[in-house]
T-cell receptor, first 115, second 116 residues
Framework: GAGVSQTPSNKVTEKGKYVELRCDPI?????LYWYRQSLGQGPEFLIY????????DSGLPNDRFFAVRPEGSVSTLKIQRTERGDSAVYLC?????????????FGPGTRLTVL | AQSVAQPEDQVNVAEGNPLTVKCTYS??????LFWYVQYPNRGLQFLLK??????LVKGSYGFEAEFNKSQTSFHLKKPSALVSDSALYFC??????????????FGQGTELSVKP
């Protein structure tokens, strides 16, 4: 079956602009996660959705970052007033349910470059 | 605070030799431990996990990992390395604490290079 998909695969923007990154999880997966991976680092947690609600947004670095999942499926990560330090690969993952022992399935990521 | 450490940035192995990629963790309570592999320009792929039970866990592509509670380690192993195993490997941990949600805490990654 289809895995997690993310669009766009690459996004180049200018400092100060607004960007939206989209994640389409595996069908039926109720849990959805966003991570950010900087060069040479492991992924860092940003936000976790269970259904439509953000159950844990403790990883969002500041109020320029926001994410939604209005119908409990597709999610959009929104970044306002982008800064060069936001450049990274943004990964989305989904899992079957919120239990901690279910593995997460990752998408290929969106590489964001802020000039 | 939960944390994961992968002490080696890079591991070099000759094809056919056994490989070990090291991981240690720090959590409160019992851990859920995972290994993921990342190929260039691709997302992370799940390899295996330890939840409870046998300390030796078998996973995809012939990989296995040994959970050692006293040493707080979860090293990834394979008896005979392939050139195609060359990739970036990440160890990750999740706590049992339901208040932590489902987030994974990742190590910084280990680059595995298998030479013919």
């Amino acid at each position: 079956g289809a895995g997690v998909s993310q669009t766009p695969s690459n996004k180049v923007t200018e400092k100060g602009k607004y960007v939206e990154l989209r994640c389409d999880p595996i069908s039926g997966h109720t849990a959805l996660y966003w991570y950010r991976q900087s060069l040479g680092q492991g992924p860092e947690f940003l936000i976790y959705f269970q259904g439509t609600g953000a159950a844990d947004d403790s990883g969002l670095p500041n109020d320029r970052f926001f994410a939604v999942r209005p119908e409990g499926s597709v999610s959009t990560l929104k970044i306002q007033r982008t800064e060069r330090g936001d450049s990274a690969v943004y990964l989305c993952a989904s899992s079957l349910e919120r239990t901690a022992y279910n593995e997460q399935f990752f998408g290929p990521g969106t590489r964001l470059t802020v000039l | 605070a939960q944390s994961v450490a992968q002490p080696e940035d890079q591991v070099n192995v000759a094809e056919g030799n056994p490989l070990t990629v090291k991981c240690t963790y720090s959590v409160s309570g019992n851990p859920y431990l995972f290994w993921y592999v990342q190929y260039p320009n691709r997302g992370l792929q799940f390899l295996l996990k330890y939840i409870t039970g046998d300390n030796l866990v078998k996973g995809s592509y012939g990989f296995e990992a040994e959970f050692n509670k006293s040493q707080t380690s979860f090293h990834l192993k394979k008896p005979s390395a392939l050139v195609s195993d060359s990739a970036l490997y990440f160890c990750a941990v999740r706590d049992h604490n339901p208040n932590q949600g489902g987030k994974l805490i990742f190590g910084q990654g280990t680059e595995l290079s298998v030479k013919p």
